[in-house]
């Protein structure tokens, strides 16, 4: 892949996780959960992610040290987390990702939150220990169809494999409704084993 680089990320791209992490959140919608389930602003919702990222907790989606990112000439064009989920002696990720919102955001957005979960109770999947989970793919829009999320994948597997030897199974959750990331995990061999739906009649606009 001429001109391309695969690195792990660093602390230096949090400024762009953060945009990966957003844009992989709206997939093919104008609307970010994060906003309209916390009842914060998109700023808002980028510091918050910012601030996260910056607690450098691993294994969970909010862990700079999931992501491996793609550049050319040095700038970031892709980026793909992954991590396993509950390593011998780690927390689940949702704990962590619970205790990381909890550390970061208000009282206010928390409590926001708890009278939006009947509406997304029903799409919630649990993660299965042992796992390599990923999560936020992005590639920008000048340079999709390169193939660059294999790459990732690819480089995501590898990693895992060498963390733990005995992996057997890699997860991903998407929504339905996002073809584009649909289709490339097909691509790429993975099989859809699990559909969540909700029936509530307002979770479009969440």
Known sequence: MSGYQLRPANENDIEFITEVIIAAEKGNSDILGFSTLFNLSESEVKDAIGAMLNEEIDYCEFSISSFYIVTE????????????????GEMPSKLLKSNLLGYTLKKENLAFLKTKSDIIKDILIEREEGTLQLEYLYVNDKHRGKGLPTLLINALVE????????????????????????KVYLKNGFEITKVAASQHPKIFNY
């Open 73 to 88: 000439n040095e700038i970031p064009v892709a980026a793909f987390g992954g991590w396993i989920e509950a390593m011998p």
């Open 159 to 182: 990693r895992a494999k060498i963390t733990n030897p005995a992996l057997k199974k890699i997860q991903v959750q998407t929504f339905r409704n996002n073809e584009n990331a649909v």
